[in-house]
């Protein structure tokens, strides 16, 4: 989604704002932008459709001609189309007839048809698309003579969820920052008095090293040095917290591909998530992790998610109901409010979310909460709105995801459902050797998640992975990931996996529901992935396979030996069956990394997508 940077003096503010958007890039976005201003607000303002290194291009070409030195203060923005094309007169900032505010915003202004019209009939012409521009048109209606009042004329009128950041030549030492419903950091390094705004902390790494979180309704009013917070017209007082450079360091390390750092981090991450929340020696788990599950005598338990976070709630749902007794459904966020779910107290909602700002999330939270029902938080980033705005949570300290398809995430939200299953099961109707096998089990699978890792070798052309199985899929159009019972949201997770990011197109189907229908797509062309685990449903899998061969489809099986009936297999180890999500999900991931590293996609950036999705 689009992205936010901003710096207030002294330094040149060029490259600064530069390199806060290539940090920004994963987000996702279509074009970019930057605009500098001197202390006397000269601007300079450079835009590019495109990359950022196509906006590094013309800001070169500036340099040639242009002292850019002295520009000490900016804003930047990259920007991802919801109105208006991809153009450059599209991308931010925008601004009024005569120039004296410029706006950049995340978010959208739901009313601004109705605003554009009423100012329209004023005789006001816009130059462009976008919901943006409605923005500084108002302000310069409105202007007052002090901007914070002006800012705040103009605020009521706006619907709809945003982040602002405002300039104004009237008053060149000051910036405003606006949080509703979309993110927006502030940020200082007091040694230095240089002071800065972002939608993403990480963006700030080494250059800040205290940060503000500000809250939704929070307007930010920095005028020369000085700062203050308000929030409803009250100024509030808010003390500055530190920011960890270090953690915030996104590298790739030696991987060509953050998604393929973040696929080899994971055995780590799960020890990590794993790490003080149980205590293998004495098979218990720490109880303050999962404050706010176990008070509480919840009858049902509504997981809500979107994408990865989904599949991940269909896993837990599975579980949950198979092991606790206590009645679990996943639902997709942007579905959950055109459904009638019936839902009381005594229903526990359950997000889960890898940024803790997809809005289609938040907009379902918001509804529960005004309901006072209980909600509950597996969030990745500390400081994100699903994680201020649920009662209680776990973190799932996954770290960074950069790649903009989930992997790391989607792991640590099944370690994190895993141990809440137990927690639970414990509770209810869980045997305690069913719980002393899981919990015996479950400590191995970090290290069988190396095993697998281990047989994936860039380097290695023998490698079964890399060079058979994704070139014949490669030449595919259309495939089929094929399961059996609790494998149903492995399968989606393959199949979402494989098409972000390879863009092939695929779909998980029962495998018993092939011949009524689908077989009728199934011809050499056409691969399908079938999960053949030594489990009860290893005889009628082999009959799946038997009925795809027959129509001359290939199978690639994900399998614990060899399938020599198989054209193709990926063998992953033995462990326990409702444990096995996690090992395929390992083997899955190479499998659609490696046809998209064949394909040449552009892996971390899929075309279309972003990262966190904040608009709905
Ligand atoms: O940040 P969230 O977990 O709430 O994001 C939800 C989806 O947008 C996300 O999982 C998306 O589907 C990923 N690109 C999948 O790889």
């Known amino acids: 989604m689009c992205g936010i940077f901003a710096y207030q003096w002294h330094k040149p503010a060029t490259p600064i704002l530069e390199h806060g958007l290539q940090r920004l890039e994963y987000r996702g976005y279509d074009s970019a932008w930057l605009a500098v201003f001197t202390d006397q607000w000269q601007a300079l303002l450079v835009r590019a459709v495109g990359k950022v290194s196509e906006l590094s291009k013309k800001i070169e070409w500036q340099k040639s001609i242009t002292d850019l030195t002295v520009y000490t203060s900016g804003i930047a923005h990259t920007r991802r189309a919801t109105h208006g094309g991809v153009t450059e007169e599209n991308t931010h900032p925008h601004h009024d007839t005569d120039h004296h505010f410029y706006v950049v915003h995340n978010g959208i202004i739901e009313n601004q048809r109705k605003l554009k019209d009423e100012l329209e009939s004023e005789w006001y012409v816009f130059y462009g698309q976008t919901d943006t521009e409605v923005i500084p048109a108002l302000l310069a209606k409105y202007w007052t003579g002090d901007l914070y009042q002006t800012v705040q004329k103009v605020l009521p009128l706006l619907h709809g969820a945003y982040a602002l950041l405002i300039k104004s030549s009237y008053c060149p030492d000051e910036i405003i920052g606006v949080k509703r419903g979309s993110p927006l950091l502030f940020a200082l390094h007091p040694e230095t008095q240089e002071f800065f705004f972002s939608s993403d902390a990480q963006a700030l790494a080494g250059y800040a090293s205290q940060i503000i979180y500000l809250d939704d309704g929070e307007l930010?009013?920095?005028?020369?040095?000085?700062?203050?917070?308000?929030?409803?017209?009250?100024?509030?007082?808010?003390?500055?917290?530190?920011?960890?450079?270090?953690?915030?360091?996104?590298?790739?390390?030696?991987?060509?591909?953050?998604?393929?750092?973040?696929?080899?981090?994971?055995?780590?991450?799960?020890?990590?998530?794993l790490m003080g929340r149980v205590d293998f020696a004495h098979k218990t788990l720490m109880a303050e992790a999962f404050h706010g599950m176990h008070d509480e005598a919840y009858e049902r338990i509504v997981l809500v998610g979107c994408g990865t976070s989904y599949n991940a709630a269909l896993v837990w749902a599975y579980w949950i109901e198979h092991l606790t007794g206590i009645s679990a459904k996943a639902e997709i966020a942007s579905e959950y409010l055109n459904k009638l779910i019936p839902t009381d107290v005594k229903t526990l909602h359950i997000?889960?979310?890898?940024?803790?700002?997809?809005?289609?999330?938040?907009?379902?939270?918001?509804?529960?909460?005004?309901?006072?029902w209980k909600t509950f938080g597996i969030v990745n980033v500390v400081w994100s709105t699903i994680a201020q705005l649920t009662d209680h949570g776990l973190f799932m300290r996954a770290g960074y995801e950069i790649g903009v398809a989930s992997t790391k995430a989607f792991l640590g939200q099944l370690t994190c459902l895993f141990l809440l299953t137990l927690w639970l099961g414990k509770r209810r109707s869980m045997a305690l050797s069913t719980y002393n096998a899981l919990l015996e089990e479950l400590q191995h699978i970090p290290n069988k998640i190396d095993q697998i890792l281990q047989t994936f070798d860039l380097s290695q052309e023998q490698d079964t992975i890399r060079t058979h199985i994704s070139s014949h899929i490669q030449s595919a159009s259309t495939m089929f990931y094929l399961w059996r019972g609790r494998e149903y949201p492995i399968a989606c997770e393959w199949s979402l996996k494989m098409k972000e990011i390879s863009y092939i197109h695929s779909e998980a189907y029962p495998a018993g529901e092939l011949k009524h229908g689908p077989l009728a797509l199934i011809q050499s062309t056409t691969p399908s992935c079938l999960i053949t685990l030594d489990d009860e449903f290893f005889s009628q899998n082999i009959s799946s396979l038997a009925e795809v061969q027959a129509r001359k489809g290939t199978i690639i099986a994900i399998a614990n030996d060899q399938l020599p009936q198989a054209e193709y297999t990926i063998v992953i180890p033995r462990t326990h069956s409702l444990l096995a999500p996690f090992l395929v999900t390992i083997a899955m991931q190479l499998l659609s990394y490696q046809t998209a590293y064949s394909l040449g996609r552009e892996i971390d950036k899929p075309r279309n997508l972003a990262k966190s999705v904040t608009v709905k």
């Open 220 to 273: 930010l009013h920095l005028k020369n040095k000085e700062y203050t917070i308000t929030s409803e017209k009250w100024i509030i007082q808010r003390n500055p917290t530190t920011l960890d450079v270090w953690a915030m360091e996104a590298s790739k390390w030696d991987y060509e591909h953050f998604m393929l750092k973040e696929i080899f981090e994971q055995s780590a991450i799960m020890r990590r998530i």
């Open 351 to 372: 997000f889960l979310s890898q940024s803790g700002e997809t809005a289609d999330s938040i907009e379902v939270l918001k509804y529960i909460k005004e309901r006072w």
